[in-house]
């Protein structure tokens, strides 16, 4: 086993797998809003997690009913994600503690244990995952 790879959290026979990696944030209703919402939060799903577009096998989206004929896929697509297969999806029901919420689950391809991936909760979706550390 590579000492380095043991330090950050990669799985012990370096072997890559797809892992899910969890992040949402809110949206003011407006649509000039959600291009850099979704850039914000992709940006840093990646960062934190030591991945790259290039490794994300997909990204689902999902919006409540607050931000509905909003398109987070498109604007992942603006932000540059044009190969990696993108979905949105509406709500149904589910945790309706945060209004305007976005959320997404990133499919990635990485040497990472389970147990070492990052999500992402921003603004004040950091509320739904009071217990991760990389929610602001």
Known sequence: MDEPNSERGRDPEGMAAVRGVRGAITVM?????????????????????????????????TLDEDLMGLNPAAAARAHGWTDVPLLMVREHGGDARVGRCLRVLLLVNTTRAQSQIRHVYLRDAAGLRPDLPLTR
């Open 29 to 61: 209703p407006d649509p000039m809003d959600l291009e850099p919402a979704t850039a914000e939060l992709l940006d840093l799903m990646l960062a934190s997690n030591d991945v790259a577009p290039g490794d994300v096998a997909a990204a689902i989206f």
